[in-house]
């Protein structure tokens, strides 16, 4: 058993080499940001440890390799928490060892103050070197004030390496896992309305699937915080980078976000249908269901629903799209109408069909709404 799994994960691991080798993706991206944190590194110690030789060379290639971090505006905001955390821990453990002059002594003071120091909001995720920064102070067996400001210049020396070379060498951008992810939620958002509004109409549908469904459907509210996120870091590397200008035409613009507000709305109403159908499938109504006048109206709206939310996740622009895009929004404005006509008629039955309407309904007029006025946003004035 262990082999096997060892041997898929190698299998994993070579596809994941040739993708980055073939074909630009996450994996070249992070074999580029792996390559340029090993040079940051290897240029600070060439300069601080082989050429000036200073007596704690290790610092600068350690906070280099730290400082390569996954956008250029991280590096430097990072770099600054990062110093000031080294500074810290490196100053207070100095002076106390040397006031004291008693190491152990030294440590059971400075130690409990640099760990809750670490903690501190300001500092991030890098307070934790406040305390590192200390103990490298406690455990060395020469403590001077030279010894401390050498450890801060070169740490500030491997900051200025980091930075400039995730700013200068290949600085990272994730425009494409913004597009992909917007791309990968969109499809599985248009797969799950579909496949429901099909079986609706057929009747073969029962409790497993449903409960199946109204997972996949709670799995696209995850899939939304991911779009918000991608698009957030794609934003965020655009920042201080030197591709900004060259990226100027495929930057996250308000088309990302308004795929993304199309996509949360979807993952609601998606959400709903399902717990819905569950509900019916529990009491055993599939069969009743597909029997409803206006249940095969409905499919189709799922089904138009489904095609605005994949013209609206596809990005771009263009006379086009912006076409498709209309023509869609108008044939899922008629099957809404058409499902409004219906309705008076209908509400006559029996009390539990009445109920069945007015879930689906309202869960229907509540997506229409929403996906019209994104559309409308994404849209020239005066074309919707």
């Known amino acids: 058993m262990i082999v ?20 630009p993706g996450r994996e070249r991206d992070l074999a580029a940001q792996a390559l340029k944190a090993a040079f940051a590194a290897w240029a600070s110690w060439a300069v601080v440890g082989w050429w000036l030789h200073a007596p704690m060379a290790f610092v600068a290639p350690w906070v280099a390799i730290l400082l390569v971090e996954s956008t250029v505006y991280q590096s430097v905001a990072h770099a600054l928490q990062q110093l000031a955390a080294i500074a810290s821990g490196t100053v207070m453990a100095t002076l106390l060892v040397l006031l004291m002059h008693n ?44 010894g ?5 210049g070169e740490a500030v020396f491997g900051a200025a390496v980091g930075i400039t070379v ?26 799950l309305l579909e496949t ?17 469904w109204h997972r996949q459907a709670l799995h696209l509210q995850h899939l939304v915080t991911q779009c918000r996120s991608a698009v957030g870091w794609s934003r965020e590397s655009l920042w201080g980078n030197v591709r900004r200008r060259t990226l100027a035409s495929s930057r996250p613009n308000k088309d990302y976000e308004e795929a993304t507000a199309v996509l949360d709305h979807a993952a609601v109403h998606t959400t709903e249908l399902t717990r819905t159908l569950h509900e019916a499938a529990a009491r055993d109504r599939q069969a009743h269901w597909s ?6 109206g409905y499919a189709d709206f799922l089904a138009q629903a489904a095609r605005i939310v994949r013209l609206s996740a596809d990005g771009g622009a263009g006379q086009g799209r912006e076409d498709t895009l209309r023509q869609a929004v108008r044939e899922m404005r008629a099957a809404m109408d058409d499902l409004r006509r219906q309705l008076p008629d209908l509400v006559r039955g029996e009390p539990e069909e009445a109920s069945a309407y007015g879930a689906l309904l309202l869960q229907a007029q509540r997506l229409a709404g929403n996906l019209e006025a994104s559309a409308r946003q994404e849209a020239p004035p005066g074309h919707i």
Request: proline share 3%; aromatic share 6%.
């Open 103 to 146: 190491r152990m002594g030294a440590m059971g003071l400075v130690l409990p103050l640099v760990v809750l120091l670490s903690s501190w909001s300001r500092l991030g995720r890098q307070g934790i070197y406040t305390a590192t920064g200390a103990l490298f102070v406690l455990t060395d067996t020469q403590v001077s004030l030279t």
């Open 166 to 191: 995730n700013a200068l060498i290949r600085p990272p951008v994730y425009l494409r896992n913004a597009h992909a992810t917007i791309h990968e939620a969109a499809q599985e958002t248009g797969r």
């Open 4 to 23: 096997l799994t060892l041997s898929k994960k190698m299998r994993s691991a070579a596809r994941a080499v040739q993708r980055a080798w073939k074909q």
């Open 291 to 296: 029997r409803l006048p206006l249940i095969r």
């Open 196 to 212: 429901a509004g099909g079986r609706l109409v057929d009747g073969q549908w029962g409790v497993d699937e449903t409960q199946a």
């Open 148 to 152: 401390c400001a050498a450890r801060i």
